[in-house]
C-alpha cells in the first residue's frame, strides 16, 4: 500500500488519509492502530454481482453477503451505496436508494476506527462519503444526485464521535 496523504502531522492529529490497496477491494475504513477495528465493502467474486460486507474487531471477522438482485454493479455506472447500522448490530444495506438486505451482526454493532485510514479498490472512484449520526440517517442520504457536503454538517458529526470516545 502507497499512501496517498503522506502527512505524518495532519494523520496524527486525528484526519484522515487515503490509501490506495493492493487487494481488490471496493472500499474500507481501517484502524491506524494494530488493534483497532475495520469495516470493508467488497464486490462478491461468485460472478452474481453482489457485495460483501465484513467487519473486523477483538480480532475476530464477520463477512456478510449481499445480494444486490435484479442491480449489476460491474455496469460501470455510478452506484449510491448506504449502510444504516442501529444498536445491537442491526444494519440495513441499500443500493441506488433500494432496500437491499438487513441482517445482524453477531459481533455487535458497526464500529468506526478512532483514527481512520480510507482505502480504495483498484477501478474504484469515491465521488462522495458521508458519515452521519442517527438511526435512520443512510435512507435520509439517498437522493439520485450527490448530497452537498457542508463544513456545519462535518464539524456536526465530529463533535458527535469525539463525545462518545
Given at each position: 500500500m502507497q499512501p496517498v496523504n503522506d502527512d505524518t502531522e495532519q494523520q496524527q492529529?486525528?484526519?484522515t488519509s487515503?490509501?490506495?490497496p493492493t487487494g481488490g477491494?471496493?472500499?474500507?475504513?481501517?484502524?491506524?492502530?494494530?488493534?483497532?477495528?475495520?469495516?470493508?465493502?467488497n464486490f462478491e467474486t461468485d460472478g452474481h454481482g453482489g457485495l460483501r460486507v465484513l467487519q473486523e474487531k477483538y480480532g475476530l471477522s464477520e463477512m456478510l453477503p449481499v445480494?444486490?438482485?435484479?442491480?449489476?454493479?460491474?455496469?460501470?455506472?455510478?452506484?449510491?451505496?448506504?449502510?444504516?447500522g442501529r444498536n445491537g448490530g442491526?444494519?440495513?444495506?441499500?443500493?441506488?436508494?433500494?432496500?437491499i438486505n438487513s441482517f445482524?451482526?453477531?459481533?455487535g454493532s458497526i464500529e468506526l476506527p478512532q483514527y481512520p485510514t480510507v482505502?480504495?479498490?483498484?477501478?474504484?472512484?469515491?465521488?462522495?462519503l458521508t458519515v452521519v449520526p442517527g438511526e435512520k440517517s443512510a435512507r435520509l442520504q439517498c437522493n439520485s444526485q450527490p448530497v452537498p457536503i457542508h463544513d456545519v454538517e462535518n464539524r456536526r458529526v465530529t463533535n458527535y464521535f469525539e463525545h462518545r470516545n
Amino acid at each position: 500500500m502507497q499512501p496517498v496523504n503522506d502527512d505524518t502531522e495532519q494523520q496524527q492529529s486525528g484526519q484522515t488519509s487515503t490509501v490506495r490497496p493492493t487487494g481488490g477491494h471496493i472500499f474500507s475504513i481501517r484502524s491506524q492502530l494494530t488493534t483497532g477495528s475495520s469495516l470493508s465493502i467488497n464486490f462478491e467474486t461468485d460472478g452474481h454481482g453482489g457485495l460483501r460486507v465484513l467487519q473486523e474487531k477483538y480480532g475476530l471477522s464477520e463477512m456478510l453477503p449481499v445480494r444486490s438482485g435484479e442491480l449489476t454493479l460491474h455496469d460501470g455506472a455510478w452506484h449510491s451505496l448506504a449502510l444504516s447500522g442501529r444498536n445491537g448490530g442491526f444494519v440495513t444495506v441499500y443500493i441506488d436508494c433500494q432496500w437491499i438486505n438487513s441482517f445482524v451482526l453477531t459481533k455487535g454493532s458497526i464500529e468506526l476506527p478512532q483514527y481512520p485510514t480510507v482505502e480504495l479498490g483498484h477501478n474504484v472512484e469515491l465521488r462522495q462519503l458521508t458519515v452521519v449520526p442517527g438511526e435512520k440517517s443512510a435512507r435520509l442520504q439517498c437522493n439520485s444526485q450527490p448530497v452537498p457536503i457542508h463544513d456545519v454538517e462535518n464539524r456536526r458529526v465530529t463533535n458527535y464521535f469525539e463525545h462518545r470516545n
